[in-house]
């Protein structure tokens, strides 16, 4: 499968923990994005890379969310002392970046349940 | 902040009905796209619209670029249980651009 790959699927944590997700993007894509879902929502954009440099990041993205790429591959997503209202589903998705139309490709997606 | 509204939020209807789901903003855009996600799975590219005034077909799916490249449309005919999802519609990303905005989503449940 060479697709997006996302893990965990379903991480349910106790308030105050923190939690870590990972996603290994299509090889060739130098791009990588992270988005948060609601249910019944359109998902709402996080922050992205363009290789291993962070170029953006939402307002969203509160001092506790870390996200990094450390080696323009996989990117990990970690989320400290997480709140109930962190509680979502967590995308990854990739492109390349010189595409015209700017498609992404996305993972299953982290479900996160914080009790 | 490009805003993407789309309508309605929700609709069911019975298998062999047509529909049609809206996505509505302000701003211009040089390229727009339709996801469709099902439950516990990411969102997956149907069509890529660049052109104003542009119609693609995909099978019983007919999508449509507003004439000023600032909506679109979905138009399903005879649908199917298989169509149940949720549609969005998104903008922006296009080469050197960032981020790709996302719609409100359009809930579609079809019924036998």
């Known amino acids: 499968d060479t697709g997006v790959s996302q893990n965990p699927r379903h991480k349910i944590t106790k308030r105050g923990q923190n939690v870590t997700f990972r996603c290994d993007p299509i090889?060739?894509?130098?791009?990588l994005y992270w988005y948060r879902q609601t249910l019944g929502q359109g998902p709402e954009f996080l922050t992205y890379f363009q290789n291993e440099a962070q170029l953006e990041k939402s307002r969203l993205l509160s001092d506790r969310f870390s996200a990094e790429r450390p080696k323009g591959s996989f990117s990990t997503l970690e989320i400290q002392r997480t709140e109930q209202g962190d509680s979502a589903m967590y995308l990854c998705a990739s492109s390349i970046r010189l595409a015209v139309t700017g498609e992404l490709f996305f993972g299953e997606g982290s479900r996160l349940t914080v009790l | 902040t490009q805003l993407l509204e789309q309508s309605p939020q929700f609709l069911s209807i019975q298998e062999g009905e047509n529909l049609t789901v809206y996505c509505n903003s302000s701003s211009v855009f040089s390229s727009l796209q339709w996801y469709r996600q099902e439950p516990g799975e990411g969102p997956v590219l149907l069509v890529t619209?660049?052109?104003?005034?542009e119609v693609k077909k995909l099978k019983r799916l007919t999508f449509q670029f507003g004439d000023a490249r600032k909506d679109s449309s979905l138009h399903i005919t005879a649908a199917q249980p298989g169509d149940t999802g949720l549609y969005l519609c998104?903008?922006?990303?296009?080469?050197?651009?960032?981020?790709?905005?996302f719609g409100t989503g359009t809930r579609l449940q079809v019924t036998l």
């Open positions: 998104a903008a922006g990303g296009a080469g050197t651009a960032s981020k790709l905005t």
């Open positions: 090889s060739e894509h130098n791009r």
């Open positions: 619209v660049v052109t104003g005034g």
